[in-house]
């Protein structure tokens, strides 16, 4: 008996060899997942960098350790000028801790998701506390007059005179104030990298 040739069979199994192709490739790209199964996407947003960071608010700080010397005179005055055997003059040494850094709070955020970037704008670093050590004063030579006497009021108001020249010192210290926000960027990316929800992302400065 003669068989019969049909051609619809030839043609139907190249097809069916082009649609196995098709799909070993499609199943390769798709990462073996043989039912092409979308990995979910998590968005995060400036709210989640915010709690991601949070913890590093005592980090982005630098503190700075001084010790200097100033003079103390106080004198009464008559029509602007001194009155003799007035004048009470005080040489003394003091140490302090002024501790500068970012407040997070004041920290800008820009997620975008498509592009897997987390832009951050810093705040400008300022001095976040600052510390006289009471018993750091020590007096190398007290002249006191005659007819006038320090209070413990000219006292209060010569510590706040330090405090606030000793701060002038340090923010117009380019390079300090440089390395604490340099210290506040690294923590900053450091926190966001380690942390599952932003390690993928890109974190930049501006």
Known sequence: MKKFHNPLSSTFGVFLGVVLIIAIVWYMQNGGNAFGTIQESVEINSVTVKEIIAPA????????EYTDFDTYENSKELFGKKLPFTTDKVIFTYSGVISAGIDLSEVKLDVNNDKKTITITLPDAKILS?????????????????LNETSFEDYTT??????????????????????VEDSAENVIKG????ADATKDYKVIFK
């Open 57 to 64: 608010s005592e980090l982005v700080t630098l503190k700075k």
């Open 130 to 146: 600052h510390e006289i050590d009471e018993k750091s004063f020590e007096f190398y030579e007290i002249k006191n007059s005659i």
């Open 191 to 194: 926190f966001l990298t380690s």
């Open 158 to 179: 010569l510590r706040a005179g330090l405090k606030e020249r000793q701060e002038e010192k340090v923010l117009s210290d380019k390079e300090f104030m440089r390395s």
